[in-house]
């Protein structure tokens, strides 16, 4: 089991830029590929990006392309999301999330472990 712990989350403008961490701790870091999800008020757990094994390969929800990075630093055992241009309709609990396989999961539902989650509110 992986455990994980999400921070960088706080309160940002419109157009603002955040940078997410997410710690893991247990298993073998390097062994998983790595996600960023997010929950907003009234919705579902939604993907937002993901990152495989060594880093070489990143994809991402449609409405974050061109705004958003995801990266890891395996040796820190430490993903990252930089994210840029914030909208108010990024607003949400982000959450990281580790699959053993090549690629992210990109359900939710397919995870039964979670972190408590950072909290991201764009605002003016």
């Known amino acids: 089991q992986v455990q994980l712990v999400e921070s960088g989350g706080g309160l940002v403008q419109p157009g603002g830029s955040l940078r997410l961490s997410c710690a893991a701790s247990?298993?073998?870091?390097?062994?998983?590929?790595m996600g960023w999800f997010r929950q907003a008020p009234g919705k579902e757990r939604e993907f937002v990006a993901g990152i495989v094994r060594s880093g070489g390969t990143t994809y991402y929800h449609d409405s974050v392309k061109g705004r958003f990075t995801i990266s890891r630093d395996n040796a820190k055992n430490t993903a990252y999301l930089q994210m840029n241009n914030l909208k108010s309709e990024d607003t949400a609990v982000y959450y990281c999330n580790v699959d053993p396989g090549p690629l992210i999961a990109t359900r939710a539902s397919e995870y039964d472990y979670w972190g408590q989650g950072t909290q991201v509110t764009v605002s003016s």
């Open positions: 247990g298993r073998t870091y390097g062994s998983y590929a």
